[in-house]
């Protein structure tokens, strides 16, 4: 994101990894983590970002709820990320929720 950001000369994405760097530098990943599924939220309001992958930041910092909220509203929305839940490693953490189940079986991954 940062590489490509600065490459393209994006002034959203510049900001939002000036945001994130900031937060790592002074409070650490967890913090940083969680600010950056902040921010994409608050650019979803302006632009599509795929659910799925807002997603994958929650559940990497293990806050389950708001992971399957997001997984959800991307189910909802036929998100093309989604159908990568099985395969990619930031969904680690939700593997074991029976919430993680049920979404398979709904989308016919089970």
Do not use: C
Request: cysteine-free; charged content about 30%.
């Amino acid at each position: 994101m940062g590489e490509g950001s600065s490459l393209n000369d994006d002034p959203e994405d510049l900001a939002l990894v000036r945001a994130v760097r900031k937060e790592y530098s002074k409070s650490g990943f967890h913090v940083a983590m969680t600010r950056l599924a902040e921010l994409q939220q608050e650019q979803s309001n302006r632009f599509y970002i795929d659910p799925a992958f807002i997603a994958s930041g929650y559940a990497i910092i293990g806050d389950k709820d708001q992971a399957f909220a997001w997984l959800e509203k991307a189910y909802a929305e036929k998100s093309v990320f989604i159908e990568y839940i099985k395969a990619v490693p930031d969904y680690d953490s939700l593997r074991s929720d029976p919430r993680y189940t049920d979404l398979l079986k709904r989308m016919g991954l089970s």
